[in-house]
């Protein structure tokens, strides 16, 4: 079983570009979530979905856009991309919002410059 | 807004030596994941506390949860290479569908 397939592994993107960064599960879960790991940070959440068809923001959503379109993929877009956004993102899912463990992708790191 | 801090941010430790990482909340918790994290590699789920003052043990870790609620902790013993990584606990905060991580211990153990 795959699980959490995160693409791309690594990118580097020039300021003011466009991305999308791609999730896909194949546990049929209905909660997914993306998160952006900054050192000293920990792990902030940008955007989640709690079932297919519906999204919500996190802590730190601006600069960002998901959509949830069906079950298996979750796709977190930069519509234009700054600095600030260097980050490590990872994207993870849970059978359930709120009650039951998230799993987690192997990660996209992505350097804006 | 809600915080959930942990103590301390990085700690060295012998082989064999004791640790121990402290969770905070400045509200009270529903209930408190914990995970963590290779160098590297993304964050795996460990546990999950529910009820107040609850104690669950996984081999040499022992996980508490707070009697009010608002914090908990993860002893290791006799720490070992394989330890090594970041933990973290998380808060699932019931009702909103927002996750609340803490900002993580990351822990280092030297042969």
């Known amino acids: 079983t795959a699980g959490i397939t995160q693409a791309p592994t690594s990118q580097i993107l020039a300021a003011g570009r466009s991305m999308t960064l791609r999730c896909t599960q194949d546990m049929r879960h209905n909660a997914m979530y993306w998160y952006r790991q900054d050192l000293g940070l920990g792990l902030r959440l940008i955007h989640y979905?709690?079932?297919?068809?519906?999204?919500g923001k996190g802590e730190v959503p601006d600069g960002y856009s998901v959509s949830r379109a069906n079950t298996d993929d979750f796709p977190l877009t930069l519509a234009s991309a700054v600095p600030s956004q260097t980050s490590v993102y990872f994207c993870?899912?849970?059978?359930?919002?709120?009650?039951?463990?998230?799993?987690f992708g192997p990660g996209t790191r992505l350097t804006v410059l | 807004g809600q915080q959930v801090m942990q103590i301390p941010q990085y700690q060295h430790v012998q082989e064999g030596e004791d640790f121990t990482t402290y969770c905070n909340s400045s509200t009270t918790l529903s209930n408190i994941q914990w995970y963590k994290q290779r160098p590297g590699g993304h964050p795996v789920f460990l546990i999950q506390l529910v009820k107040s003052g609850e104690v669950k043990k996984q081999k040499r870790l022992t996980f508490q949860f707070g009697e009010a609620k608002k914090n908990s902790s993860l002893h290791i013993t006799a720490t070992q290479t394989t330890d090594v990584g970041t933990y973290f606990c998380?808060?699932?905060?019931?009702?909103?569908?927002?996750?609340?991580f803490g900002t993580g211990t990351r822990l280092k153990v030297l042969a």
């Open positions: 998380a808060d699932p905060s019931s009702g909103t569908y927002k996750y609340i």
């Open positions: 979905s709690n079932t297919a068809g519906t999204t």
């Open positions: 993870a899912s849970s059978v359930l919002a709120n009650h039951n463990e998230q799993f």
